[in-house]
């Protein structure tokens, strides 16, 4: 009894000590490791002479283009396109089909912004969308000076900052409408940012971060700070705001569910570059030549390296397990470990480096399938319909005043590649209703045939009705197999093939045929036939029907799929 109770004391004396919390100094954090495939992830360099492409693992040569850039402003990248945009021409570098293609601009560009599949330019007062396409269309043209734009998710409005003197101007511009529907004045105004969805509004001035409602810019809330600020980054879970602040420097974080701060963690110095990961976990950012790994979910720096080379550019992979850095105008850059901050390779550049690009899904190669057989010709000349805003039959799928919702719903039609659009006009009660709308169509016969086939093929119900559209905004949807810019959508209707091609956004049936003795068996696919785009349906289990362009005609071809 009396050795229990003196080990029972024991344990008594040193329990204390085991819990006892660590001095701050004797405090380590651990970083976790970046964990990240980089099979076929492109490196997309551009110099003044050339696109050079990259295997972001082997880092050996893909492709190069050569082009000579003059007054270059911006590379973006939109899924397997990348465009070089300069101050009076765009050159579109398509890396699937490997070929570059220029287009000539009606005004000098003065800034660039993205939103999804839209590249949004703005010049003094005029704003300009350019699609994946290579197509340009005039969005607006205000009698005021811009300062920025930025295009909603849905690309239904936009968001234009005007400057004159000391006053900011912050206003929705309704791409459907065409008109000016709200606006508030700023004062010191910094940065604005859109969330994911297109809900609220980020707006940094210099002393505060503005949450405001998307849909009539009303403020939601306001967190001030004694600091000046003069950056942020947002998580793209949109659950953190970080903040970046001079005199004193620092980096706030912000969290978004309850608005509030939760973290500032003091800096020597003001980043000069920053950049956060596509997962959100990682900001790297560069502060007095040194390199920093910053944890978002700790907000804490984790590993730092100091860096010999100046740096302008810096960006990452979709995780940050490799980091790029470089100087515009220097004539080499350089990829580092996200894990260690240590060099893996310096990068020699043939001519002054302009902007760097860091893909995110695989380089793909082109591919070539053999098709064969036998076939039956249809012909499809049929004259071109105009486009230009007018009253136009339309397909109705929803109405709702719940916007996420209607988004919801917007992008899985979008999905199938529909012409589908949110018309967010009406109100009732004072509430905005959000209607989601298929197609815009001149003629009865072709919409009631497309109403047929998108419920035969996407079981979608709809109903007819008319509205005032502008045809633009749909021009994306379809794909292209006849190789004139313009694109095509097939549907089915039982054993009915419905081919419809999307001009400018107008959407006209050019195909419509029964095919007897065959029970389709899926819905339609893109196939790739060396340098063409085809149509495939399959049907009998082992069979396809491709729908192909050949001599201004569409060919109807059977043919077996090979087994094994």
């Not at 912000?254 to 570059?273: A, C, F, G, N, Y």
Request: hydrophobic share 40%; glycine share 4%.
């Amino acid at each position: 009894m009396k050795r229990y109770l003196v080990l029972f004391l024991s344990i008594l004396l040193l329990l204390p000590l085991s819990c006892k919390k660590p001095r701050e100094e004797d405090r380590q954090v651990s970083p976790y490791s970046i964990k990240e495939t980089l099979d076929s992830i492109p490196l997309i360099i551009a110099t003044e002479k050339q696109i050079e492409v990259l295997n972001l693992k082997t880092l050996k040569p893909f492709r190069a283009y050569p082009i000579n850039l003059t007054d270059f402003i911006k590379a973006v990248l939109l899924e397997n396109k990348v465009f070089l945009i300069c101050e009076k021409d765009i050159y579109l570098v398509d890396l699937e089909e490997e070929k570059v293609t220029k287009v000539h601009l009606p005004v000098k560009v003065k800034g660039v912004s993205t939103s999804k599949d839209n590249i949004i330019l703005y010049g003094q007062s005029s704003v300009f969308g350019f699609d994946k396409g290579g197509r340009l269309t005039k969005l607006a043209d205000f009698q005021k000076t811009l300062r920025e734009i930025h295009a909603l998710p849905d690309f239904s409005s936009i968001i234009a900052v005007f400057h004159k003197n000391e006053v900011y101007e912050l206003s929705k511009f309704s791409l459907l409408s065409k008109k000016l529907e709200q606006g508030i004045e700023l004062q010191d105004f910094v940065k604005l940012d859109i969330s994911p969805f297109g809900k609220r509004m980020y707006v940094l001035t210099k002393n505060n971060l503005l949450f405001l409602e998307t849909k009539d810019l009303e403020l939601i809330s306001e967190i001030p700070f004694k600091a000046e600020c003069v950056d942020f980054v947002i998580t793209a879970s949109e659950n953190k705001i970080f903040i970046f602040t001079k005199n004193p420097a620092k980096i706030i974080s912000i969290k978004r569910t309850i608005l509030k701060v939760v973290s500032e963690i003091d800096l020597i110095e003001t980043p000069v570059q920053k950049w956060i990961t596509g997962d959100g976990g990682t900001i790297f950012f560069v502060s007095q030549d040194t390199l920093y790994r910053f944890d978002t979910g700790s907000n804490e720096v984790v590993i730092k390296e100091v860096r010999e080379k100046k740096t302008d550019i810096l960006l990452t992979t979709e995780k940050g397990l490799r980091v790029i850095t470089g100087k515009k105008g220097n004539f080499s850059l350089e990829v580092i470990d996200g894990n260690t901050l240590l060099p893996i390779k310096e990068i020699p550049l043939n001519a002054k480096l302009l902007d760097i690009l860091c893909g995110r899904e695989p380089y793909k190669q082109r591919l070539t399938e053999a098709v064969p057989v036998e076939s039956t010709r249809v012909d499809a000349t049929i004259p071109i319909p105009q486009q230009h805003k007018d009253k136009y039959y339309t397909l109705q799928v929803s109405s709702s005043s719940i916007r996420e919702g209607a988004v919801k719903l917007y992008k899985k039609i979008k999905m199938l590649s529909l012409p589908v659009y949110i018309d967010s006009s009406e109100l009732k009660e004072e509430q905005r209703i959000f209607k989601v709308k298929i197609g815009a169509f001149k003629s009865r016969e072709d919409i009631d045939d497309f109403k047929r086939g998108i419920k035969g093929t996407y079981d979608l119900s709809s109903w007819v009705l008319e509205d005032v559209i502008e045809p633009y905004i749909l021009k994306e949807a379809g794909v292209d197999i006849s190789g004139d810019k313009n694109r095509e959508i097939l549907l089915l209707d039982n054993n009915r093939i419905l081919l419809f091609t999307n001009y400018g956004g107008i959407q006209k049936s050019v195909l419509n045929k029964s095919i007897e003795g065959i029970h389709f068996s899926g819905k339609p696919k893109i196939l790739k036939e060396e340098k063409e785009t085809l149509f495939g349906l399959p049907f009998n289990e082992d069979s396809t029907l491709v729908i192909k362009w050949i001599d201004d005609r569409y060919e109807i071809i059977k043919r077996k799929i090979p087994k094994g």
